[in-house]
């Protein structure tokens, strides 16, 4: 007997709602049925990058087995008021993939029988192709109702990822977690990358060179931790070479970016074994004026 594939709803088709679109239908266990975007047209763009669905609209939504919305954080609240309008619905599960905004947001359609989740992916979305390619192993950050928990795991799991259980009161230091980790290295690379253009290297090998750098660091910190993988002139206290690093750098931005982030690897070389004098040294000459 062939299993009923379940039925889903996208709302929001950006980079993120549009993939995991592709990915659920090509797991040939999800049916992707209405596509909703803004207009028309981007509709039609996302069905077709999805491989499946049709343009839809929130105030003409047939039944389906989950709905995912895949919205910015600002329309959350006017997406749910017009589903709301809709009236009640037979056991429906809505899940947003927000990783700022409570599941709380959902909370007037408990109500009309909906059961509410959040799941975020924790993962850049930045590049589709590499993103589908890498995507089994990511973490989904999960906040919601009991009975949504097990389709929503199933959601994810089917595409090659796992879910972990995430509290409301959490969330902005989960959230910021992730920015740190994702939305502040393209910034760190760039000025890395000036560094290298102001010595002579041309912006692509500059990336060239600097990104295996990166990958390496990025693999040692998952296996020996974040103050094991810290190497460079603060983990060895030299105050000579910082001094001189800091007198060349090509900006005033990138020398306030590298001292803020020089004085916190310094707490970070501390917990490695930085000796307390080496430290001070260190210290002093990061909030010397040059």
């Excluded at 939504?61 to 809709?86: G, H, K, M, R, T």
């Excluded at 059961?115 to 890498?134: C, G, K, V, Y």
């Excluded at 990822?161 to 910021?176: G, I, K, S, V």
């Excluded at 502040?184 to 500059?206: T, V």
Aim: glycine content about 8%; proline content about 5%; overall charge neutral.
């Amino acid at each position: 007997m062939v299993a009923l594939k379940q039925r889903l709803h996208l709302i929001g088709a950006g980079r993120a709602g549009k993939l995991l679109g592709r990915m659920w239908c090509q797991t040939g266990q999800y049916c992707i049925d209405r596509v909703v975007t803004r207009s028309q047209a981007t509709a039609k763009e996302a069905c077709h990058f999805v491989g499946q669905g049709r343009p839809g609209a929130i105030d003409a939504l047939p039944p389906a087995d989950i709905i995912v919305v895949a919205v910015s954080d600002q329309a959350l609240a006017s997406v749910a008021q017009q589903l709301a309008e809709l009236g009640p619905v037979n056991q429906q599960i809505i899940v947003h993939l927000s990783g700022a905004t409570p599941v709380a947001v959902f909370q007037p359609l408990k109500a009309l029988g909906y059961s509410i989740a959040a799941a975020h992916p924790a993962r850049s979305f930045a590049n589709e192709t590499m993103t589908a390619q890498d995507f089994a192993g990511t973490w989904v950050a999960y906040e919601g109702d009991h009975a949504a928990h097990a389709p929503v795991s199933k959601l994810f799991t089917s595409i090659g990822a796992q879910l972990f259980d995430l509290t409301t009161e959490n969330r902005p230091l989960y959230h910021a977690g992730t920015v740190f980790a994702s939305n502040f290295l393209p910034l760190i690379m760039q000025s890395a990358i000036r560094c290298l253009q102001s010595a002579g290297i041309d912006d692509s090998k500059a990336a060239q060179i600097l990104t295996p750098l990166v990958q390496g660091t990025i693999e040692n910190i998952a296996r020996i931790g974040p103050a094991n993988a810290m190497t460079g002139p603060i983990t060895r206290g030299d105050v000579e070479v910082i001094v001189k690093q800091m007198e060349t750098l090509p900006s005033d931005d990138i020398r306030s970016l590298y001292k803020t982030l020089s004085l916190a690897a310094l707490e970070l070389a501390i917990t490695g074994g930085l000796e307390d004098d080496q430290a001070d040294a260190v210290r002093k000459a990061l909030m010397k004026s040059i």
